[in-house]
């Protein structure tokens, strides 16, 4: 059995904490809206649905905080959007963290109730929908997914994009999980990512938990099995989709697609549609976020590079669309992604 990666349990949200893994299991309690954007910017928790839901619940513990000072409606209002905008900042690449805070913003606006605490029950209400959502979300998109991959497949996948980067199952995981419970999974390979190593961590983790055939490989590996025609296909997650099909994922994901172009391997995305931004027209406009220069000179609390040396940490990159085999949603699956196509999944 996976371990839980959030639980929300008598007004406190308890995070599994993903730096830990896979040598502890344990519970980090966030019982204020800035602890949860913490625990965010941190990578207690990541992967963009799981932030996106956590987010959610921050926000609905600054609800509960602010109605025990039972000020007006208004003041009530304008220090969740203060809470809000503090969330937003945690993380500034994965969508679906500004998409969960949205929808619970939207609830607040549909109430006209004036009763502080009844408002913030109809927002934890939210929180708890969106997460119960993504679990289906999950499982349906895991099953759409799993009519892409052929019996007997040799799958690559990269950073972790599963059970522990979601509210429960996975996207790209949840695809292969699917497909294995089919019996057409072989083996999947998993890139360790560097520099934070959550393919290393945390995607071999829910493999060998599943009893799923898995090798770890360096990130660097990937050419060299391609060409040896032991990867039939790519499949990674998404943390920003744009209009158009552009995909930030993992930096390291771009590579991953030129490869599988470069050796006819379909190069596969899947997310669900609370990842797409339609409102950036292409990739170009997807802010990536820039992490700090100790996660590449050290490791483990032990320097690796010299003392002075500079060093550049994008968290992600930017796959065109046009390197897209198909875009898998829990709507449907969407082959060579195009702008079109990507809002006929909103129609």
């Known amino acids: 059995m996976m371990p839980d990666t959030l639980r929300w349990e008598n007004g406190c949200l308890k995070l599994l904490d993903q730096r830990l893994l896979p040598g502890e299991i344990v519970y980090r309690s966030c019982r204020t809206a800035e602890q949860v954007a913490g625990a965010i910017n941190k990578m207690v928790v990541r992967g963009a649905p799981a932030i996106g839901i956590s987010a959610a619940f921050g926000l609905v513990l600054a609800a509960y905080r602010v109605a025990e000072e039972n000020p007006g409606r208004r003041e009530f209002v304008l220090a969740l959007n203060a809470a809000s905008e503090k969330l937003r900042r945690s993380r500034p690449t994965a969508v679906n963290l500004h998409w969960g805070l949205q929808r619970i913003l939207a609830r607040l606006e549909e109430s006209d109730s004036t009763d502080l605490l009844e408002l913030a029950a109809c927002l934890e209400e939210e929180a708890c929908s969106i997460f119960e959502e993504d679990m289906v979300t999950n499982r349906r998109l895991g099953d759409l997914g799993a009519e892409l991959i052929p019996p007997g497949a040799s799958l690559l996948t990269h950073c972790n994009a599963g059970a522990l980067a979601t509210g429960g199952y996975g996207t790209a995981l949840g695809v292969i999980r699917s497909a294995f419970k089919q019996g057409k999974v072989l083996r999947v390979y998993a890139s360790e990512t560097r520099p934070f190593l959550q393919g290393a961590r945390l995607t071999s983790f829910e493999l060998v938990r599943e009893g799923i055939p898995s090798t770890l490989i360096i990130d660097n590996c990937a ?78 609390g032990e320097a690796v590079a010299p003392t002075g040396i500079e060093a550049y940490n994008p968290a992600f990159d930017v796959t065109p669309a046009a390197l897209v085999s198909a875009l898998i949603t829990e709507k449907a699956v969407i082959r060579q992604p195009d702008q079109d196509k990507v809002n006929s999944l909103f129609l």
């Open 223 to 300: 050419a060299h099995l391609m060409a040896k025609r032991k990867v039939d296909l790519v499949i990674v997650g998404a943390d920003r989709i744009a209009a158009n099909g552009d995909t930030a994922n993992k930096i390291g994901t771009y590579s991953l697609a030129v490869l599988a172009r470069h050796h006819r391997i379909p190069f596969y995305v899947a997310a669900p549609c609370s990842t797409i931004d339609r409102t950036l027209p292409d990739g170009e406009k997807i802010v990536i976020e820039e992490r700090g220069p100790e996660e590449i000179t050290g490791t483990g």
